[in-house]
């Protein structure tokens, strides 16, 4: 008897058709036939990668428009840098005069500003009226506060004589009205400049102590 392969063959069980009984038949299946499989063309790989880049002409020619743009920039930022240099001076001359104000409040008087002198770095104080290459803030001798000469910014004050004296009740002298309250005018302006230009400023000091910022071009009183 051949061996029966369950792999390819199944029994069933159907009923005879002259008895009527049931009995087994064999049913052999075909083995299913594989598709035919599409053979993937081959590509042979590169032998030298292919890379792509600037070339110097490429490379010149950015940075020439770079170069133009950055010369065409250039001199519309100089009156921002200008504006805020200026303001830069005023708000630390401004919190200056208010430090020496409650110091002497405080001490019973006798503080003094003072003008710092050309140095190495700075010769915007050549005569008592410059006072561009900085500050000290001292009180009998002790120095207080010490400023740093602006960055290229002028400061004027008309009738100086080179120092500011602050008494008991925090009012303000100087020149030869030392001792009596009196007004001043500081011009502050970028380098070179006047008191016309859009960047300039004036800080003004009322008798009675109040400091207030207004454009170069106006007038303190």
Not at 187 to 206: V, Y
Request: aromatic content about 6%.
């Amino acid at each position: 008897m051949q061996p029966i392969n369950h792999h390819s063959s199944h029994f069933h069980r159907l009923p005879s058709l002259a008895t009527g009984e049931s009995g087994w038949a064999l049913f052999t299946m075909k083995p299913m036939q594989s598709l035919p499989v599409r053979p993937t063309p081959y590509t042979p790989p590169l032998a030298h990668p292919i890379g792509r880049g600037f070339t110097a002409i490429e490379l010149l020619i950015v940075i020439a428009v770079i170069a133009v743009l950055a010369a065409l920039a250039g001199p519309s930022f100089t009156p921002i840098i200008e504006r805020w240099r200026v303001r830069q001076a005023a708000e630390d001359l401004q919190a200056s005069l208010y430090y020496a104000r409650s110091e002497a409040i405080k001490r019973g008087g006798n503080v003094t500003i003072t003008k710092s002198p050309n140095s190495s770095n700075c010769a915007n104080a050549s005569s008592n009226t410059q006072w561009g290459c900085g500050w000290t803030v001292d009180a009998g001798g002790t120095s207080l506060q010490q400023v740093a000469a602006p960055n290229r910014v002028a400061i004027t004050l008309a009738g100086s004589s080179g120092s500011i004296s602050v008494d008991r009740w925090g009012m303000l002298s100087h020149g030869s009205a030392v001792g009596t309250t009196v007004a001043m005018d500081f011009l502050l302006a970028p380098l070179g400049m006047d008191a016309n230009n859009k960047s300039s400023l004036r800080l003004c000091t009322g008798v009675g102590g109040r400091i207030v910022q207004i454009k170069g071009s106006e007038s303190c009183s």
